[in-house]
């Protein structure tokens, strides 16, 4: 099993509905999860951060965490065209390492 | 302010050539890293200083050199590179204190090996 699996294909979304990514991830003494969002050329800009389990509102991102269940989730509500790019789910496997395990990417696209 | 600068922004370079790629943070960060990254494929590390010293080579070719002169700066020197090290070369910097490590990037280089 991959340290951090992410779906691989594109989620195509409307404008104005949610998006939703899972992530998931093998070892279970993973402590700190983040989100990064990617444009095309362009580098990764972090958007979350989670630590414990339960959700974690920014704006219309949220990040839902459960370890026991050993996945990580980012919602985008009323997505926006602006939300088109590719979203990098990370983890930091135990404190003092600073070593991010990175997954695949989700792409999303969000329809007009 | 978590801005990680980087320059230049575009490269190209022959496979004799040498070249550096330069990082700067003022973030009071103590960690940064060189990240590799292809076309659709997430970043890769490469090197990891932490207080200004090495702390992880990722088994990186010796053409790559890596070097932190202070607390702000990073470089990359390039030599000999072969056409496969095209890619986006990413700086990233992270705080070194308290339980976790967000870390920023920088808007990276892009490195074209002719």
């Known amino acids: 099993q991959k340290e951090v699996e992410q779906n691989s294909g594109p989620l195509s979304v409307p404008e104005g509905a949610i998006a939703s990514l899972n992530c998931t991830y093998s070892?279970?003494?993973?402590?700190?999860f983040f989100w990064y969002r990617q444009y095309s050329g362009k580098s990764p800009e972090l958007i979350m951060s989670i630590y414990s389990n339960g959700d974690k509102e920014d704006g219309r991102f949220t990040a839902q965490l459960n370890k026991a269940s050993q996945y990580v989730s980012l919602l985008i509500r009323d997505s926006q065209p602006s939300d088109s790019a590719t979203y990098l789910c990370?983890?930091?496997?135990?404190?003092?390492?600073?070593?991010?395990?990175f997954g695949k990417g989700n792409q999303v696209v969000v329809i007009p | 302010d978590t801005e990680v600068t980087q320059t230049p922004k575009h490269l190209v370079m022959g496979m004799t050539n040498k070249k550096s790629l330069k990082c700067e943070q003022h973030?009071?960060?103590?960690?940064m890293y060189w990240y590799k990254q292809k076309a659709k494929k997430p970043p890769e590390l490469m090197f990891v200083y932490s207080y200004e010293k090495l702390s992880i080579n990722e088994s990186v070719p010796s053409r790559f050199s890596p070097e932190c002169p202070n607390s702000s700066l990073l470089n990359l020197h390039l030599h000999a590179l072969q056409p496969e090290d095209s890619a986006l070369y990413l700086c990233?910097?992270?705080?070194?204190?308290?339980?976790?490590?967000?870390?920023?990037f920088g808007p990276g280089t892009r490195l074209t090996v002719t």
């Open positions: 990233a910097s992270s705080p070194f204190s308290g339980a976790s490590y967000e870390q920023y």
């Open positions: 973030m009071g960060h103590r960690a």
């Open positions: 990370a983890l930091q496997r135990y404190y003092g390492n600073n070593r991010l395990a």
């Open positions: 070892d279970r003494g993973s402590q700190s």
